[in-house]
């Protein structure tokens, strides 16, 4: 039979690797290729160099006797990128262990689908974090205008929402509704279906945001936050003051073409002296690019990127369509210079005594967490570009 201590190894000695490998890749083909790094810690934060421009060391002379050129190194600033808690929690009955306390396969399975499923989340909400600045909104509160059903509700956009997901519901900076599951999302009428009624005690506005449960302005910072024009700041380096710190944007204003990515990637080529290796758009973007290379009669050109993942090809660089991708906008992105800085790789969270699995208190079960501290961060920041304000059809 199979004792808790028995479990405790082997969540130890093979699930923990298994778990590692299957949360770090298959999300998307930007999340495989984001480079997971350990980095210098101080305090709560990694620090990041960021180097921009030419070395100023460089110069000719033809006279032998000249002197040599002083160093002036490439312009530099430092990111402090506070790093998030991101854990992964499993719980297992008591009632399902004793069940299975003779079957050891049984044990294993209970435990392997478990992780699986805490697995699967793991990749999409970081997937979902890659394209959101951090501050944990995934929805708003649309036009209620007429409506009066309180457990189905109008949202602005349903890009970043998922059944199963829990959600706290603010008006300005006060929690309206804490800890609401989600039970459907109707991706055509923009509807979202709860699990239970909202009190008609504290009835929803519109307008009122739908944030990830007790992720009030504490997600990952994804790419979007580089771009963001509220925020006057990159992990502290001011925008400002260091231009390297500041991504390559345009808003475009119409619909897109063939000749306008073309000017795009040439300014941002320009600008950074790098070519990005993968463009990234919204699913409705990316059918726009395609009807609109089928009305110019173009070839369209299809790549298999690792991962089995398989997207279009602008000029030999991958085209994919993400479905949490801001809506209208169109990212050129150097992967290289794109990291998720982290202190160390998921771990388990251990009990005092050494213990992974620990029972829950006052409840007839156990629990077991993952737990990794991290944050998505531009390394390079000019040499990721984002062009907005594309309309579609």
């Known amino acids: 039979m199979l004792s808790v201590t028995s479990l405790n190894d082997i969540l130890k000695s093979f699930y923990l690797d298994v778990a590692q490998k299957q949360i770090n890749s298959g999300a998307s083909p930007l999340y495989d290729m984001i480079e997971k790094s350990s980095v210098t810690v101080s305090g709560k934060n990694a620090i990041v160099p960021v180097y921009y421009g030419v070395s100023g060391g460089i110069q000719t002379s033809r006279d032998d006797a000249a002197d040599l050129p002083e160093a002036n190194p490439c312009l530099r ?63 708003t509160v649309g036009d209620l205008t007429d409506h009066t059903s309180r457990i189905k509700y109008p949202v602005e956009s349903t890009r970043l929402l998922s059944p199963g997901m829990v959600v706290d519901i603010y008006r300005g900076s006060v929690v309206v509704v804490a800890g609401v599951r989600i039970a459907d999302v109707n991706h055509d009428d923009k509807v979202v279906t709860l ?32 771009f963001d024009i ?31 990515m073309q000017d795009f990637l040439d300014l941002l080529e320009t600008r950074s002296d790098s070519t990005p290796d993968l463009i990234v758009c919204d699913k409705k973007l ?17 790549l298999n990127l690792d991962g089995g993942f398989r997207t279009l090809s602008y000029n030999g660089i991958p085209l994919y369509g993400e479905k949490f991708c ?49 944050n998505y961060c531009a390394t390079v920041p000019q040499t990721l570009g984002r062009l907005y304000g594309v309309t579609t059809a």
């Open 195 to 226: 699990t239970s009624m909202i009190s008609a005690s504290t009835p929803l506005q519109a307008g009122d945001k739908l944030y990830a449960y007790n992720s009030h302005a504490d997600e990952l910072c994804g790419i979007p936050y580089l």
């Open 286 to 302: 990316r059918r726009d690019y395609i009807q609109y290379l089928q009305a110019n009669r173009t070839n369209i050109d299809y």
């Open 326 to 374: 801001p809506e209208g906008e169109m990212y050129f992105l150097n992967t290289d210079n794109i990291k998720m800085v982290q202190l160390a790789d998921w771990e388990w969270l251990e009990g005092n005594n050494g213990t992974i699995l620990n029972r829950l208190d006052n409840k007839a079960g156990y629990q077991a967490v993952l737990v990794k501290y991290a």
């Open 77 to 139: 600033a430092t990111l402090e990128v506070p790093l998030r808690n991101v854990y992964g929690v499993i719980d297992i009955t008591d009632k399902a262990l004793r069940v299975n306390k003779n079957s050891a396969e049984g044990v294993i399975d209970l435990l392997g689908t478990e992780i699986q499923a805490m697995v699967n989340s793991a990749r999409h909400n970081l997937n979902r974090m890659l394209w959101t600045i951090g501050d944990g909104v995934v929805g």
């Open 230 to 260: 509220q925020s006057t700041s990159y992990y502290g380096a001011n925008k400002s003051q260091f231009a390297g710190v500041k991504g390559t944007d345009r808003n475009l204003g119409q619909a897109l073409t063939t000749e306008a």
